[in-house]
């Protein structure tokens, strides 16, 4: 049920959703590895939760995730996942700032190669206030555009995934929002 729920989101806007099918288990587990010990991680796009779930896994504690998502019956969705270290917000990355003081980390499964260049460069912008930013793309196209808002750049190919996967894992040089 929940695939056939995915798909038909998709379905009414492939924009917004950006992919027929949800992040595979080891593409969610590549990306949620890549937060490395930190406590306060903001997850963009997060859709259904195949990626939230994973990123749970791997917080701390005393660690917190802040998920922010547009479409409404995803975020029904991830409002069940049984986790007090998660918030579950219904509102578009770019308003992030009206929630989040600091970005440590944040991991992205928004379609950034679908955006227009304006909204695009504007996440682009917030993330580069993070310390760490964890970004999946299908394509390679967007490499030079992320490069320049990260000191560093690594990326991670994931083929178990359809369509297979780049993980961005990008650092900025110790810039964070106050």
Known sequence: ???????????????????????????????????????????????????TEHILRRLPPNGRLICFEINSKFCEHLMTIDDPRLTVINDGAENCHKYVGRLECVVSGLPLALFSKTKRQEILDISS??????????????KDT?????????????????????????????????
Do not use: W
């Open 129 to 142: 206030k993070s310390r760490r930013f964890i970004q999946f793309q299908y394509s390679l196209v967007l």
């Open 146 to 178: 992320i490069k320049e808002h990260f000191s560093d750049v690594r990326i991670k190919f994931v083929p178990l995934n359809f369509p297979p996967a780049f993980v961005f894992v990008c650092t900025s040089s110790g810039k964070q929002t106050s």
């Open 1 to 51: 049920m929940k695939s056939q729920s995915f798909i038909n989101e998709f379905l009414k806007s492939p924009v917004k959703v950006g992919s027929v099918i949800q992040s595979s288990k080891i593409l969610a587990r590549t990306m949620a590895h890549q937060i490395n010990g930190s406590l306060d991680v903001v997850e963009f796009g997060a859709g259904m939760g195949s990626v």
